[in-house]
């Protein structure tokens, strides 16, 4: 008698058990193909970044300092700046990878230059002036120029001999750069509001054309400076340009390239064989 009790209950429970066999399988397949296309969609997002970043880290030079200079306030100076420094991008090697960190020290290079310039022309105009008042306000703009070139050194010195875009994921080495950076804009337009009110009207002559040309390259070495501030205020910007993301360096083989244009594919095919499994379980 308690063996077919026992058999009863088997037969009674049976069913039962299978339901929740169907239903671990049917949770099973749905939790696995879930995973499998969030992996290939997230690897097809990342491939596609990873693709336009190649576009325009591996581009011309051009083309990459143009997409940045457009962030800062006088793009086309900028362009013209780091451009002329062009050279730098390739070596006996070849061309050289284009990267935000080489377009910024080129664009601090660029500054240097322009403020190297100012302080020559400042003393070719210091030779020149006679009178006294011009003659303080010129030397106070040469100690702001020459203290200016110090500041931007030190930011070239911060991103060392090769440039290297982690340094932008250094807080300290960032904020140091800023504080240079503005302090060294500072020191120029100090220099530019003293020629701009304190002269007016008290030049002519030959000190004139002197003063004119100084205050010329004063402006482009104000505009150079402010231009590699604007960089290092929207670096963040301008890496995420570059796709200098998380994503970088976790797909490295080739193969996964060729999923996300298969991505198409397995969204159908995911669809459908849920629909399979729900009536395979007859769920």
């Not at 940045?68 to 991008?89: A, G, H, Q, V, Y």
């Not at 050289?96 to 022309?121: C, G, H, M, V, Y």
Request: hydrophobic share 40%; with cysteine; proline share 2%.
């Amino acid at each position: 008698m308690n063996s077919v009790t026992n058999k009863d209950r088997h037969l009674m429970e049976d069913p039962a058990s299978r339901q929740k066999k169907k239903i671990r399988s049917y949770v099973f397949f749905i939790v696995l193909f879930t995973v499998i296309i969030g992996s290939i969609i997230t690897v097809s997002i990342a491939l596609i970044q990873e693709k336009e970043s190649e576009l325009l880290s591996a581009s011309t030079p051009d083309s990459a300092i143009h997409a940045i200079c457009k962030l800062t306030p006088k793009p086309t100076s900028c362009f013209d700046s780091i451009w002329s420094l062009r050279t730098n991008f390739s070596t006996d090697l070849g061309k050289i990878k284009t990267t935000p960190s080489r377009i910024f020290a080129l664009s601090l290079r660029a500054a240097i230059n322009q403020l190297e310039d100012s302080i020559s022309a400042n003393e070719k105009a210091i030779s020149e002036v006679k009178d006294s008042r011009t003659l303080t306000v010129l030397k106070d703009c040469d100690v702001l120029f020459r203290n200016s070139s110090r500041l931007v050194n030190a930011s070239v010195t911060a991103m060392g001999v090769e440039s290297d875009d982690k340094i932008f994921k250094v807080a300290k080495s960032v904020d140091d750069m800023k504080e240079w950076m503005s302090s060294s804009a500072a020191n120029i337009d100090k220099c530019l509001a003293g020629l701009r009110y304190d002269l007016q009207g008290s030049i002519n002559g030959k000190s004139y054309y002197s003063l004119r040309e100084m205050r010329i390259k004063v402006s482009h070495a104000r505009d150079d400076v402010a231009n590699s501030l604007v960089m290092l205020e929207k670096m963040d910007t301008i890496l995420g340009m570059f796709n200098q993301t998380i994503f970088d360096g976790i797909f490295e083989f080739d193969i996964l390239e060729y999923l996300g244009f298969g991505l198409v594919l397995y969204v159908p095919q995911y669809l459908v064989l849920v629909v399979l499994i729900c009536t395979v379980l007859r769920l």
